[in-house]
């Protein structure tokens, strides 16, 4: 995605979000002012896409959609739906020990609208262009306030450590990374080294809560779907690795792995005892991590021996 356009991706993302929750039985797995969040916002995006807000308003036309949507991927719409029922359910248990939520590439995400109104520190990063129109749409739903910064940052001329060292974010406090639908769009040595410095810039406990997919879990028809739909959007897939390899970035960035949510555990948890019948993409995961306390004991080694 180049620097000065709007994100289709994160733009269909809160688009399918909006429509699924206007019924049961997703909308009830979502509490109202999230509903009223997306509800506000797919109103507000810029035209043409601001239409699918009249569009899903229209009970007859819903079945029709998410039956076009599922054609070609199916599991594409509950993957969405399952991402951000487990990532808001992961920070809410969160937030109470952890002071500040820092989220990579946020699009249209709501959590750091919620959470800094409840008094976290919360810092967004994204694309020059989608951090102004994030600003705007906030500000439409009187949901700026102290708490909250959105910095502009493209990662792939960009440095983290620069836009975290100007920002509203302190080193040494509990911190939740949120990387939804991130770490796909970069190259292995970006990824790498973003991870890396949030390892070297944060000194008390960091939680990374980042989306996973293992391309190769998915069948040649559907990996193939999935990756031209992005491409039409004018974005690229660029970190496919499977699963294991996506752990061992992790781990060589001084991140130690702390639970994996497959799709099929998504299924047995929440789909079927809420009478969800649709199916969720094969080779997604919800993957959680955090700094190892052994690694920041050899930084704080390493610069009192250097100084």
């Given at each position: 995605?180049?620097?000065?356009?709007?994100?289709?991706?994160?733009a269909?993302?809160?688009?399918k979000?909006?429509?699924?929750?206007?019924d049961?039985?997703?909308?009830s797995?979502?509490?109202?002012?999230?509903?009223?969040?997306?509800?506000?916002?797919v109103?507000?995006?810029?035209?043409?896409?601001?239409?699918?807000?009249?569009?899903?308003n229209?009970?007859?036309?819903?079945?029709?959609?998410?039956?076009?949507e599922?054609?070609?991927?199916?599991?594409d719409?509950?993957?969405?739906?399952m991402?951000?029922?487990?990532?808001?359910?992961?920070?809410?248990?969160?937030?109470?020990?952890?002071?500040?939520?820092?989220?990579?590439?946020?699009?249209?995400?709501?959590?750091?609208?919620?959470?800094?109104?409840?008094?976290?520190?919360?810092?967004?990063?994204?694309?020059?262009?989608?951090?102004?129109?994030?600003k705007?749409?906030?500000?439409?739903?009187?949901?700026?306030?102290?708490?909250?910064?959105?910095?502009?940052?493209?990662?792939?001329?960009?440095?983290?450590?620069?836009?975290?060292?100007?920002?509203?974010?302190?080193?040494?406090?509990?911190?939740?990374?949120?990387?939804?639908?991130?770490?796909?769009?970069?190259?292995?040595?970006?990824?790498?080294?973003?991870?890396?410095?949030?390892?070297?810039?944060?000194e008390?406990?960091?939680?990374?809560?980042?989306t996973?997919?293992?391309?190769q879990?998915?069948?040649?028809?559907?990996?193939?779907?999935?990756?031209?739909?992005?491409r039409?959007v004018?974005?690229?897939?660029l970190?496919n690795?499977?699963?294991?390899?996506f752990?061992?970035?992790?781990?060589?960035t001084?991140?130690?792995?702390q639970?994996i949510?497959?799709g099929n555990q998504?299924?047995q948890?929440?789909?079927?005892?809420?009478?969800?019948?649709?199916?969720?993409?094969t080779?997604?995961?919800?993957?959680?991590?955090?700094?190892?306390?052994?690694?920041?004991?050899?930084?704080?080694?390493?610069?009192?021996?250097?100084?």
């Amino acid at each position: 995605m180049k620097p000065d356009q709007i994100s289709q991706t994160a733009a269909f993302i809160a688009i399918k979000f909006y429509g699924l929750t206007k019924d049961e039985p997703y909308r009830s797995l979502f509490d109202n002012e999230t509903i009223a969040f997306y509800d506000h916002l797919v109103k507000d995006l810029p035209a043409p896409l601001n239409r699918y807000h009249k569009l899903l308003n229209k009970k007859w036309l819903r079945p029709l959609f998410q039956w076009s949507e599922e054609l070609l991927l199916p599991g594409d719409l509950m993957h969405i739906l399952m991402r951000k029922y487990y990532i808001s359910t992961m920070v809410d248990k969160l937030k109470g020990e952890y002071l500040q939520l820092v989220v990579l590439g946020a699009g249209f995400d709501h959590l750091s609208a919620r959470c800094s109104a409840e008094g976290m520190t919360c810092l967004e990063i994204d694309t020059p262009h989608m951090a102004v129109l994030k600003k705007k749409l906030l500000a439409k739903q009187n949901a700026l306030n102290e708490n909250i910064s959105i910095q502009e940052g493209y990662f792939l001329e960009q440095n983290l450590m620069d836009v975290l060292n100007g920002s509203n974010i302190t080193p040494h406090k509990k911190t939740i990374i949120l990387a939804e639908g991130f770490f796909d769009y970069l190259p292995e040595m970006k990824a790498s080294e973003i991870l890396t410095h949030i390892s070297d810039f944060f000194e008390g406990e960091v939680h990374l809560i980042s989306t996973a997919f293992a391309l190769q879990e998915f069948n040649a028809f559907h990996r193939f779907v999935f990756k031209t739909g992005v491409r039409m959007v004018g974005e690229t897939l660029l970190l496919n690795h499977s699963l294991g390899d996506f752990e061992q970035l992790l781990e060589n960035t001084g991140f130690e792995v702390q639970g994996i949510i497959s799709g099929n555990q998504m299924q047995q948890e929440v789909m079927r005892p809420n009478g969800i019948t649709l199916p969720i993409l094969t080779g997604f995961y919800l993957v959680q991590g955090r700094l190892k306390k052994s690694r920041k004991k050899d930084q704080k080694l390493e610069h009192s021996t250097l100084g």
